[in-house]
């Protein structure tokens, strides 16, 4: 079955970096799109971009572009996001998930990992 | 980007009824729409896609309809594992975005 595991929560600096893991695993990791979705309290779930590890293609959120770097390694099925330059605002749950497409349905986001807490605090 | 509104945060309903979640578009976003369950630990699972399709696994007592810019989840026969929040998602152009949620509770 699909399943994608999420690092563990991180308490880090303003100012510093931060880079978090998402290991896919029970399909093809190079065949689909992985999505990042940021999640704060009153400012609900918000997409921050998908990278597809086959090809190593990245789309990015406006709202989100230099704060995250999406990348991705095929021999460990694991893909990454980091954020820099941290600041409170950056305090969120953050989640990745499968991307299915479908020509004649759309898209959705079919398979979700557990969230990843991510605390920013001096 | 277009905004997605779930004007009600929260409802009450007792097992076994039927119960309604809606959701509005900004713009039209032809069926594009999809539905979210979070449990209280978090779990974010896909109920809904393209308005009306039900993703492997889910109960049948979960259903979508709508078009335009007005869409609904229902849930019918309300079980106690059903407490949850409930978002909308559109994907009709980037970047895709969510409503608010839906909180579900029992009475």
């Known amino acids: 079955q699909v399943q994608l595991q999420q690092s563990g929560a991180e308490l880090v600096r303003p100012g510093t970096s931060v880079k978090i893991s998402c290991k896919a695993s029970?399909?093809?990791?190079?065949?689909?799109?992985l999505g990042w979705v940021k999640q704060r309290p009153g400012h609900g779930l918000e997409w921050i971009g998908d990278?597809?590890?086959?090809?190593?293609?990245?789309n990015y959120n406006e709202k989100f572009r230099g704060k995250a770097t999406l990348t991705a390694d095929t021999s460990s099925s694991t893909a990454y996001m980091q954020l820099s330059s941290l600041t409170s605002e950056d305090s969120a749950v953050y989640f990745c998930?499968?991307?299915?497409?479908?020509?004649?349905?759309?898209?959705?986001?079919?398979?979700w990992g557990q969230g990843t807490l991510v605390t920013v605090s001096a | 980007d277009i905004q997605m509104t779930q004007t009600t945060s929260s409802l009450s309903a007792s097992l076994g009824d039927r119960v309604t979640i809606s959701c509005s578009a900004s713009?039209?976003?032809?069926?594009?729409l999809n539905w979210y369950q979070q449990k209280p630990d978090g779990t974010v699972k896909l109920l809904i896609y393209?308005?009306?399709s039900l993703h492997s696994g889910v109960p049948s007592r979960f259903s979508g309809s709508g078009s335009g810019t007005d869409y609904s989840l229902t849930i019918s026969n309300l079980e106690p594992e059903d407490v949850a929040t409930y978002y909308c998602?559109?994907?009709?152009?980037?970047?895709?975005?969510f409503g608010g949620g839906t909180k579900l509770e029992i009475k």
């Open positions: 029970g399909y093809t990791f190079t065949n689909y799109w």
């Open positions: 998930a499968r991307r299915y497409y479908r020509y004649d349905r759309g898209t959705w986001f079919a398979y």
């Open positions: 990278i597809y590890p086959g090809g190593v293609y990245t």
């Open positions: 998602q559109q994907y009709s152009k980037l970047p895709p975005t």
């Open positions: 713009q039209g976003i032809s069926n594009y």
């Open positions: 393209y308005t009306s």
